[in-house]
């Protein structure tokens, strides 16, 4: 970590780095942070120590490790962004798992976990925010992941979480209008996708606040970029043509955010289905 810490990209690219953040690697900082987290479960909680104090102590370096690579700018327009965003996105998914258990168990450590998330997903506006250069296939990457993390995060009641997702959305969208070379309408409308599906399960999930929140991003998001007046015609377009494939049960990526929320929506409708069936 101290070696790629030197923000010295151009020369470190070709040497095995990746596996730090690779998550096929079990050595790998995500499966670290999953190995502390199995921990928890192992440890008994005493009066004056939570079981979760190992666990937060070394999210709090990982996190900050993140976050100082994020301020390099070479890094947006380097191959590491898609090992760093693979490995995020399961961080999240591991902490999103601790903050329900932490729910159960210790209410306000579980704040405390949420927290810890919030600067981890920092490292995406940070990182774009300290780009020269962006490329469009990691930022849409990057906002893919957003949304995912998002998407459960709306789910599963996390409301800390999923507003950082979408202000992070906004801002690497709001970068990439700035510092993509001709990006198209098209592309940023593609960026923003995640704010709408995520407004599609707010309902779902009775959270029409933050139906009303993620509307309110989406729109100061939109008139900051400018140069794009057609924005929000195409982003409708788009949302539509998504809708209609996802109606045609297009194969999509597991860890795509459409994917995920056709799995929430028909767990959703599972459950309301057997509870129906309990109460006749």
């Not at 490995?87 to 976990?113: F, G, N, T, V």
């Not at 893919?144 to 998407?151: A, E």
């Not at 690497?172 to 510092?179: C, E, L, M, P, S």
């Not at 995920?260 to 459950?271: D, V, W």
Request: proline content about 4%.
């Amino acid at each position: 970590m101290a070696v790629i810490e030197t923000k010295q990209f151009g020369e470190l690219l070709h040497l095995p780095l990746a596996a730090a953040y690779d998550t096929s690697v079990e050595s790998s900082l995500p499966w670290l942070i999953q190995r502390s987290a199995a921990l928890v479960e192992k440890e008994t909680p005493t009066p004056r120590a939570s079981p979760w104090r190992h666990f937060l102590e070394l999210g709090d370096r990982v996190s900050r490790h993140f976050r100082r690579l994020a301020e390099s700018p070479g890094l947006a327009s380097s191959q590491m962004m898609f090992y760093l965003i693979q490995s995020l996105q399961m961080i999240a998914s591991i902490y999103l798992h601790e903050i329900q258990r932490a729910r159960q168990q210790d209410p306000e450590r579980a704040a405390e976990i949420e927290g810890q998330l919030g600067w981890y997903l920092s490292f995406f506006w940070s990182s774009a925010q300290s780009a020269t250069e962006m490329s469009f296939q990691w930022t849409e990457s990057a906002t893919d992941c957003l949304g995912w993390i998002g998407l459960r995060a709306l789910n599963e009641g996390c409301v800390d979480t999923t507003q950082s997702a979408l202000q992070n959305i906004a801002a690497v969208t709001k970068a990439a209008a700035a510092k993509i070379p001709g990006v198209a309408s098209h592309q940023l409308a593609r960026l923003l996708m995640p704010m709408r599906l995520m407004m599609e399960l707010a309902p779902e999930v009775g959270a029409t606040h933050m139906m009303d929140r993620i509307q309110t991003v989406e729109e100061n998001t939109l008139a900051e970029l400018t140069l794009h007046l057609d924005i929000k015609d195409v982003l409708d377009r788009y949302e539509r043509d998504c809708r209609r494939e996802r109606a045609r049960g297009g194969i999509l990526d597991p860890d795509d955010p459409e994917s995920l929320l056709l799995q929430i929506l028909s767990q959703r409708q599972r459950g309301a289905a057997g509870d129906a069936d309990a109460i006749g």
